[in-house]
């Protein structure tokens, strides 16, 4: 059984997302994302007094997010911990500005809230894409080449990189042949486009 939400947390809480809201500009979306993280520590944190904040709160919760589990039983994602631990660090840095609080609670503390340099760098991180195979590839012509030049996968238009000689080599003789075109152009254009003379 839960603790009744505290009020002064959630006076705060209220003031810290309209200034979330009015002064950064959050969307609605973001704004519900934070209201969930603060929810979370405050729930977790046994709905004390926020005045009473201690950076081993900080420390005891974000061990407790790396021990964490979602609803199908994984840990919880690297970028859903840097989201949540983001919020709190945005939200100590306020606290600590306001009246009241600025003697108990340091901008510093809010440090604690950080992922280690590893799992910040892993939630940064790019999910891998998967590329085709070559049996799943079909040939496009690039403008002014030959055909089968370039493959493409789906709706991407990432070249296939496996012939890489008949590649450069096709791209190469391509590019002879628009040199060449274009100085024969522009030596017809030079005769064609000359002035009279007076």
């Not at 493409?152 to 190469?172: A, D, F, H, N, V």
């Amino acid at each position: 059984m839960t603790k009744r939400p505290n009020e002064k947390n959630e006076r705060l809480k209220r003031r810290f997302l309209e200034y979330r809201k009015f002064a950064r500009q959050l969307s609605e979306k973001t704004l519900d994302r934070e209201i969930a993280a603060l929810e979370r520590f405050d729930v977790w944190n046994g709905r004390k007094d926020f005045a009473r904040f201690h950076i081993e709160q900080a420390m005891g919760f974000r061990t407790h997010l790396e021990q964490s589990k979602t609803k199908a039983g994984k840990p919880l994602g690297k970028s859903t911990m840097r989201s949540v631990l983001a919020t709190l660090r945005e939200f100590v840095l306020w606290l600590s500005q306001q009246d009241g609080f600025r003697s108990r609670i340091k901008a510093a503390d809010a440090d604690y809230f950080n992922l280690s340099r590893r799992d910040e760098a892993e939630a940064r991180a790019a999910p891998p894409r998967p590329y085709a195979l070559p049996s799943e590839c079909e040939p496009r012509a690039r403008p002014g080449c030959a055909t089968g030049a370039y493959f493409t996968e789906g709706r991407t238009s990432k070249p296939y990189q496996s012939p890489i000689r008949l590649r450069i080599s096709r791209t190469l003789s391509c590019r002879k042949r628009s040199v060449r075109a274009k100085t024969d152009l522009g030596n017809r254009g030079r005769s064609r486009h000359s002035l009279p003379n007076a």
